[in-house]
């Protein structure tokens, strides 16, 4: 999916994100990532789009936003590359 140029990858549950603002896509299952998902919250930079379902990725953006998915870290990947092959 496509805004004006920037290619959009579904996060789930009707929620996109520009690829081009994403950095990585990570397990949110390590003691790092943890403590980066209360750093985010505690800043105001946690984006939650997994309605209430257990996260299983985190995305994290240049602006330095975290994003937890409820989709798994795999399927993320895959979805960004195929947004990179079309």
């Known amino acids: 999916m496509t805004m004006q140029g920037n290619k959009l990858v579904n996060l789930g549950f009707g929620n996109f994100v520009v690829a081009s603002r994403v ?31 257990k996260t299983r990725s985190i995305i994290i953006t240049d602006s330095n936003h975290v994003i937890l998915s409820a989709i798994q870290t795999e399927t993320m990947g895959q979805r960004f590359t195929q947004e990179d092959e079309d």
Request: charge should be neutral; avoid cysteine.
């Open 23 to 53: 950095v990585s896509i990570v397990d949110p299952d390590s003691s790092p990532m943890r403590r980066l998902r209360e750093d985010a919250r505690d800043q105001g930079r946690l984006i939650d789009v997994t309605q209430g379902r």
